[in-house]
């Protein structure tokens, strides 16, 4: 099982919007609706941001929303702010009741 | 509050056995409402689920390290434990124990990590 591809990098300037892309295949993110996102500061544990594709835990700003496409997730920010600068990584289930993470991609605030 | 912290040796040899522990305070690992699984990070792979544990007992790995992964809990405890065998430089990784909702790739709290280093 390879990991789900995202991009490296994204940046983009205070209050505007960026979407991070996470691409598998048919047999985990384009055949369940079971995407999370996560968000990791440095030195920290991942923190749970999006479930099951566009699903915010309590807390979580609704700057953050979810969706899917076909075998591609996407993950955006609207509003950026500073404290957003961080590492993001999405995840999704598997058919074979398995979990796989994507590469993780570091967002830039300019 | 619910807390999960991981601990065990920082250092361990190559061919030798890696062994952790999370212990879960603020919930019982038997209580039904959530599996537990084991997620580890490195430089070389990111993010890599390890396996889990369902409340039953019973559990479920990643087929990349099925051969050599054993995942249990100690209900008396309330800690799950991590046996990894025949560690290898590529097994150094931060190690994290993380509650898992469903199983299906919700992981809604997690420890601080344990870095492991295999040298």
């Known amino acids: 099982q390879s990991a789900l591809t995202q991009p490296a990098s994204v940046s983009g300037s205070p209050g505007q919007s960026i979407t991070i892309s996470c691409t598998g295949t048919s047999s985990d993110i384009g055949g369940y609706k079971y995407v999370s996102w996560y968000q990791q500061d440095p030195g920290k544990a991942p923190k749970l941001m999006i479930f099951d594709v566009d699903n915010r835990p309590s807390g979580v700003s609704n700057r953050f929303s979810g969706s899917k496409s076909g075998n591609t997730a996407s993950l955006t920010i609207s509003g950026l702010q500073a404290e957003d600068e961080s590492h993001y990584y999405c995840s999704s289930f598997t058919s074979s009741n398995t979990v796989l993470f994507g590469g993780g991609t570091k967002l830039t605030i300019l | 509050q619910v807390q999960l912290q991981e601990s065990g040796p920082g250092l361990v040899k190559p061919s030798q056995t890696l062994s952790l522990v999370c212990t879960v305070s603020?919930?019982?690992?038997?209580?039904?409402?959530?599996?537990w699984s084991w997620i580890r990070q490195s430089a070389d792979k990111g993010l890599e689920w390890i396996g889990r544990l369902y409340s039953s007992g019973s559990t479920h790995y990643n087929p990349s390290l099925m051969s050599r992964v054993t995942i249990s809990g100690d209900t008396s405890k309330n800690q799950i434990s991590l046996r990894l065998t025949s560690v290898t430089a590529a097994d150094t990784a931060m190690y994290y124990c993380?509650?898992?909702?469903?199983?299906?790739?919700?992981?809604?709290?997690w420890g601080q990590g344990t870095l492991v280093t295999v040298s």
């Open positions: 603020g919930d019982s690992i038997s209580s039904g409402r959530y599996f």
């Open positions: 993380a509650r898992d909702w469903g199983g299906t790739s919700i992981f809604d709290l």
